[in-house]
């Protein structure tokens, strides 16, 4: 491939729930977004592997699976440094946090520094799930009909694949139609944004809740990079600090620019 043909160099990838194992991750979209993908770091931010589903010995997994994998030690051997930062789904994972692995580090939760100087805690998101989440019975028919949804959207998706349509996220458009989801939605980002606040940060970059996003709110940045079962995205950094959330074909679905650089004083 010729130099002008290369994808952008990126300074750092952010890539949460991807779900290897379970039946409704899209590990072929995502080993193509991979194949394509340059970067000097990559955020791997929990529930990469999903050990809950193959605890229940119902796994699923299969070519498009291995070539994620295949994908992840292609970056490593280019020269990508690989951050793990496990999360509910992964949680076994955490017991490693703190070693440097030869192919990654794993961390509990990290801190990100921008190019432009911004902090941004790096965590998955589910130690927020004791203020966002009631407990109630409403809740755990909410889970119940997820399953149900996103069984429907890979179906779904399945026929616009061969259809040579691209993909959407039929699971997403019904998310956005109920007004308790988005109340927990709600809930959750506040929570990141307070969490990152309390540790004096400029911003959050989260996953667990499979809604991508990327906002700044009083100041913080909270960015969401999305999931690999429903939504398809990613959040990368460019060399200038820009943040940019793309959705599977490297469309840009959101972006941040870089924080201005402080005016020096003239001198006297």
């Given amino acids: 491939m010729s130099p002008a043909a290369l994808p952008p160099l990126r300074r750092a990838v952010f890539l949460s729930d991807v779900h290897l194992g379970s039946r409704h991750c899209h590990a072929e979209e995502l080993a193509e977004f991979l194949a394509r993908l340059r970067c000097?770091?990559?955020?791997?931010?929990?529930?990469?592997?999903?050990?809950?589903?193959?605890?229940?010995?119902?796994?699923?997994?299969?070519?498009?699976?291995?070539?994620?994998?295949?994908?992840?030690?292609?970056?490593?051997?280019?020269?990508?440094?690989?951050?793990?930062?496990?999360?509910?789904?992964?949680?076994?994972?955490?017991?490693l946090c703190g070693l440097v692995l030869p192919a990654m580090q794993v961390r509990r939760r990290v801190v990100h520094v921008t190019a432009d100087g911004r902090r941004l805690l790096v965590t998955h998101g589910d130690e927020f799930d004791n203020i966002t989440h009631f407990g109630t019975l409403q809740e755990k028919f909410g889970d119940w009909l997820?399953?149900?949804?996103?069984?429907?959207?890979?179906?779904?998706?399945?026929?616009?694949r061969r259809a040579g349509l691209r993909y959407w996220s039929l699971s997403e458009f019904l998310k956005r139609q109920s007004g308790a989801a988005e109340r927990y939605i709600a809930r959750f980002v506040q929570a990141g944004l307070a969490d990152a606040r309390r540790r004096g940060l400029d911003g959050i970059v989260c996953g667990h809740i499979h809604r991508p996003a990327l906002i700044e709110r009083d100041g913080l940045v909270y960015a969401n990079d999305g999931d690999w079962v429903e939504s398809l995205s990613a959040l990368v950094e460019e060399a200038d600090g820009t943040l940019r959330l793309l959705g599977p074909h490297g469309e840009v679905l959101a972006e941040l620019p870089p924080r201005p650089l402080p005016v020096l004083a003239r001198a006297a």
Avoid: F, M
């Fill in 40 to 95: 000097r770091r990559l955020y791997l931010v929990g529930d990469i592997v999903d050990l809950w589903w193959l605890a229940q010995r119902r796994a699923s997994w299969g070519a498009a699976h291995n070539r994620v994998v295949e994908a992840l030690h292609a970056l490593r051997r280019a020269g990508t440094e690989l951050v793990y930062v496990p999360g509910n789904h992964d949680r076994p994972a955490r017991r």
């Fill in 146 to 160: 997820y399953y149900r949804i996103l069984s429907g959207n890979q179906a779904l998706n399945r026929l616009r």
